[in-house]
């Protein structure tokens, strides 16, 4: 069990991916993005191992939700500065998680 202090210290944000690449040098088959989150914390980079269900012209312009205060790690020649979230499939391949109506970027969960 957790406190509500601690779930309030995982800063889960809104944003909309702006630009997705393929990853060709990741170990898994994954995706570079560019996600921003408005005014305040701006456009930042991740990647993801997407592939199963998404290309990365189909995710540009989608909403998703990402941690926005972990540090920033290398994950090859990509310095992933946000995590952005999904859930297993019945496969395991990662599902995208975000709102289901458009909402302003950058709003906190809650």
């Known amino acids: 069990m957790i406190t509500y202090d601690q779930f309030e210290a995982v800063d889960i944000r809104v944003g909309k991916i702006t630009r997705a690449e393929p990853f060709p040098e990741a170990r898994k088959p994954a995706i570079k993005l560019w996600v921003d989150f408005g005014p305040g914390i701006g456009e930042k980079r991740s990647s993801a191992q997407l592939t199963a269900h998404y290309t990365p012209e189909g995710l540009v312009g ?45 709003g906190k969960l809650f």
């Open 62 to 106: 989608r909403q998703v939700l990402a941690v926005v205060n972990f540090p920033p790690r290398q994950i090859g020649p990509v310095m992933s500065e946000v995590l952005v979230l999904g859930v297993p499939d019945e496969n395991g391949q990662v599902v995208l998680i975000g709102p289901g109506h458009d909402v302003p970027l950058g």
